[in-house]
């Protein structure tokens, strides 16, 4: 069974910067799963629904929500099966749970949600 398990959220004061990983494993098969979808960061705040805030290519091509360009950077390791999000920049509306799992979400990929990690933008 695939798991996505993400880390590196916190507390940080508006203007700071915060890098969250996502690593991919569980099953013989995770690494291969994983470097063939692109995948996806997303986030959902408190009453809101989630979003997609940045995605990657199995190629590395990027794309990214028009609230984070120019502050955020996601990138990805296939090597290690971990695909990471440079947050800079930090506003208290990038203030929610962040999560990651492949772009677009499938059938089969809905069961790699994982707990998220917490990011909150407050001075």
């Known amino acids: 069974q695939v798991q996505l398990v993400e880390s590196g959220g916190g507390l940080v004061q508006p203007g700071g910067s915060l890098r969250l990983s996502c690593a991919a494993s569980g099953s013989a098969a995770s690494g291969s799963i994983f470097r063939a979808y692109a995948m996806g960061w997303y986030r959902q705040a408190p009453g809101k629904q989630r979003e997609l805030v940045a995605r990657i290519t199995s190629g590395g091509s990027t794309n990214y929500a028009d609230s984070v360009k120019g502050r955020f950077t996601i990138s990805r390791d296939n090597a290690k099966n971990t695909v990471y999000l440079q947050m800079n920049s930090l506003k208290p509306e990038d203030t929610a749970v962040y999560y990651c799992?492949?772009?677009?979400?499938?059938?089969?990929?809905?069961?790699?949600w994982g707990q998220g990690t917490q990011v909150t933008v407050s001075s």
């Open positions: 799992n492949t772009d677009p979400v499938t059938i089969a990929t809905t069961r790699y």
